[in-house]
Nanobody, 125 residues
Framework: VQLQASGGGLVQTGGSLRLFCTAS????????IMWFRQAPGKEREGVSC????????RYAESVKGRFIISRDSARNLATLQMNSLRSEDTGIYYC???????????????????WGQGTQVTVSS
């Protein structure tokens, strides 16, 4: 089982990026998907998540109205569309997956079933 976050890069303030969480050996359609980020010198924080039941979503207050999480069931992946990016959005973004979680949580310290390698997002002012 392998989970991978990708799509990061360097973007100017106000720009957009789309992150992808892809998987091999696991069906993401029956997993809750969580996105976390960690900025230099700071603790990991929850950004957004999507549950299995009704694809209910949650967002950190700092990204509400700017980020959108979604699933692509046919391609077995999840995306995080990030708009109106700010310098404080800079960090390494990770995705995690948890089997069968009807809802989801932004708590970063829970023992999720799968974690992906991170992808760097840098927003320059």
């Amino acid at each position: 089982v392998q989970l991978q976050a990708s799509g990061g890069g360097l973007v100017q303030t106000g720009g957009s990026l789309r992150l992808f969480c892809t998987a091999s050996g696991v069906n993401l359609n029956n997993h809750a998907i969580m996105w976390f980020r960690q900025a230099p010198g700071k603790e990991r924080e929850g950004v957004s998540c999507i549950g299995v039941r009704n694809n209910r979503t949650r967002y950190a207050e700092s990204v509400k109205g700017r980020f959108i999480i979604s699933r692509d069931s046919a391609r077995n992946l999840a995306t995080l569309q990030m708009n109106s990016l700010r310098s404080e959005d800079t960090g390494i973004y990770y995705c995690a997956a948890d089997l069968g979680s009807a809802a989801c949580t932004l708590e970063p310290d829970l023992p999720y079933d799968h974690w992906g390698q991170g992808t760097q997002v840098t927003v320059s002012s």
